[in-house]
Structures are given as C-alpha cells and as structure tokens.
C-alpha cells in the first residue's frame, strides 16, 4: 500500500520562522531608527551650506556678517527645511564673523534630534567651523559636538 507523502509544514516549522523573523526585526528596526536619524541630520548642513555661501559673498564683498534671515532669503538662501529651519544668525564680535543656527523641530523628526541644534560659525578670518549639541552618533559628518547651541540665535 502507498502511502500518502506530507503536504504543507508543521507547526513547529512555522513556529520556528516566525521566531526567526521576529528576531531579525528586532536587530534591523533600532538600525533603520539610527540610519534615519542621521539621514535626517544631514539636511541641517545642506541648508546650512546654503546660508554659509550666501553670507560668505556678503562678508567678502562688503565685509559685513548677514545677522538675518530677511537678507539671507532675498540672497537666495533656503532657510526652511522639512526637518527644521535655520533659525538664527548672530553676528560675532568682529563685523564678518558671527554664527548661523540650524534647530530641529519638535515633531516629525526622530527623538534623538527633537529641539536639537548645528551651527557654523566663521571667523574674522574667514574661516568656518560646524558645531552641534547631537551626540557623536547622530552628528552630521565634520561637525564636533559642543554642547549647546550659541544664546541669541
């Protein structure tokens, strides 16, 4: 007599790759949560890139440092960003040095990042450095953590 060949899985089987699955989505989502956040981070040094050429003309050219947005969009720079918004700019203690402020929003954006800042600042001398208060994981590539964000901006 033939007997009848096994058709389908058991449910240990199914038991076993549903476990396997669970365990690989336990290990890829905090990855993806990660790899979001700094995608995220990075569209502060676009827009601060942005604002950096504009006021870089404007400090080469007049020798003066932009110290608001107004002027900045009316010299073609985008201050607004889906992730937050260049929110301020201060002029330093020389007439072309001063700093420019990118915050992240409160919502819509991981919590790693939530009210957090980047800014560049330049000097007399025409020289510009980036600064954040993100931890090292999440700050945008040649940024250095600094702590907080410069007041008045």
Known sequence: ???KAQAGFTLIELMIVVAIIGILAAIALPQYQ???ARSQASESVV???GARTTIEDEAVSKGLFITTG???TSAGANLT???GNITGVVA???DSGGVVVYKFAAGGINEKLKNKSVWYTR???GTWSCDTDLTTEYAPKGCTP???APTGA
Do not use: E, H, I, R
């Open 1 to 3: 007599m033939k007997s």
């Open 146 to 148: 600094a702590g907080t």
């Open 34 to 36: 990660n790899f979001m």
């Open 123 to 125: 000097t007399n001398t």
């Open 92 to 94: 330093g203690s020389t």
């Open 70 to 72: 107004t002027l900045l």
């Open 81 to 83: 960003g889906k992730y």
């Open 47 to 49: 827009l601060l890139d």
